[in-house]
């Protein structure tokens, strides 16, 4: 697991941006600084993909937004707030062959009672991710360039001589918050993308969102369909990785085989949650 929040020290200058944003003239020993990777433009399980371009526009749309931590009620306000933020190279690749690069951002919070136990937690590693929301302008498809929203043609997750096809996410346009997670997720960093709707596509984007969380409910029943038919282990990663890959179709025929091998009896208390989070509004997603 990658370690997405890093505390450090302080520095002299870096203590004169923060005094930007305080209150009143803050001291080193007041506030806790912590560095964390908001998120990268490697593609993620939307087959989405934020440009290098994107990344350094949302390093400049971060400085200033304020973090919170959303499974505390007691502390559900404003803990954190990012003060710089930056684009960096790193030394791994991604999925489409560039070099990944990471959204690095810069966070301080004050020392005081309410932040003591987030603080040993980010401390001690078991805080290690957040998740940021932001709103999109445009998705982009890496093989035509036209806006994608179904009907170029091309598939997402399939190979165009030798070019994977997947969304670019072009001009980021605002940023609404960023909070530590508790529960580690998957990825590094997760992203509530929101997209800004294109009226003319807006019927197009309806039936794609619908086949998209439907496509979701089929992933989670297979996935449960095959351990229930003892065809997968307990978070079988390869088996979640193949079914992740299938089709409307694809994903309909397992379920009718899973299904056929199984009193459906026995069934109902494991499919009733789906696969995506459904309390998320149509237009956002989920890593
Ligand atoms: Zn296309």
Same mark, same amino acid.
């Given at each position: 697991?990658?370690?997405?929040?890093?505390p450090?020290?302080?520095g002299?200058?870096?203590?004169?941006?923060i005094n930007r944003?305080?209150?009143k003239?803050?001291?080193p *020993?007041?506030?806790?600084?912590f560095s964390?990777?908001?998120?990268?433009n490697d593609?993620?399980?939307?087959?989405?993909?934020f440009?290098?371009e994107?990344?350094?526009?949302?390093?400049d749309?971060?400085?200033g937004v304020t %973090?919170i931590f959303d499974?505390e009620?007691?502390?559900?306000?404003?803990?954190?707030?990012?003060?710089k933020a930056?684009v960096?190279?790193? /030394? *791994?690749?991604?999925?489409?062959?560039?070099v990944?690069?990471?959204?690095?951002?810069?966070?301080?919070?004050?020392?005081?009672d309410?932040?003591?136990?987030?603080?040993?937690?980010i401390?001690?590693?078991?805080?290690? *991710?957040?998740?940021?929301?932001?709103?999109?302008?445009n998705?982009?498809?890496?093989?035509? %360039?036209?806006i994608y929203?179904?009907?170029?043609?091309?598939?997402? %997750?399939?190979?165009?001589?030798?070019?994977?096809?997947?969304?670019?996410?072009?001009?980021?346009?605002d940023?609404?918050?960023?909070?530590?997670?508790?529960?580690?997720?998957?990825?590094?960093a997760?992203?509530?993308? /929101?997209?800004?709707?294109?009226?003319?596509?807006n019927?197009i984007?309806?039936q794609n969102k619908?086949g998209?969380y439907y $496509?979701?409910?089929?992933k989670s $029943?297979?996935v449960?369909l %095959?351990?229930?038919?003892?065809?997968? $282990?307990? /978070?079988?990663?390869?088996f979640k990785?193949l079914i /992740?890959?299938?089709?409307?179709?694809e994903? *309909?025929?397992?379920?009718?085989?899973f299904?056929?091998k199984l009193d459906?009896?026995?069934l109902?208390?494991?499919?009733a949650?789906p696969?995506?989070?459904?309390?998320n509004e149509?237009?956002?997603?989920?890593?």
């Open positions: 697991m990658t370690q997405c929040l890093t450090f020290e302080v002299q200058q870096d203590i004169e941006i944003y305080a209150r003239k803050l001291k *020993e007041e506030i806790y600084t964390v990777i908001l998120c990268d593609i993620d399980r939307d087959c989405e993909a440009t290098k994107s990344l350094v526009k949302l390093a749309i971060f400085q %973090g499974h009620i007691s502390s559900k306000n404003q803990i954190a707030r990012i003060y930056t960096i190279p790193s /030394n *791994e690749k991604t999925l489409y062959g560039d990944k690069y990471k959204l690095k951002a810069f966070a301080y919070m004050p020392k005081n309410s932040t003591k136990n987030i603080i040993s937690r401390d001690s590693g078991i805080l290690k *991710e957040v998740s940021v929301s932001c709103r999109i302008q998705k982009i498809c890496s093989i035509c %360039g036209k929203d179904g009907t170029c043609g091309h598939n997402l %997750g399939k190979k165009y001589d030798g070019k994977y096809c997947y969304i670019k996410l072009e001009n980021p346009i940023a609404f918050e960023w909070s530590f997670v508790a529960v580690p997720a998957q990825r590094c997760g992203v509530v993308k /929101n997209f800004v709707q294109n009226s003319a596509n019927e984007n309806r619908m998209f $496509q979701n409910r089929l $029943q297979v449960k %095959g351990f229930l038919n003892n065809f997968m $282990q307990d /978070n079988d990663a390869t990785n /992740n890959k299938l089709n409307i179709d994903l *309909e025929a397992f379920k009718d085989e299904e056929k459906r009896k026995n109902i208390p494991y499919l949650q696969y995506c989070n459904e309390k149509n237009s956002d997603f989920i890593i």
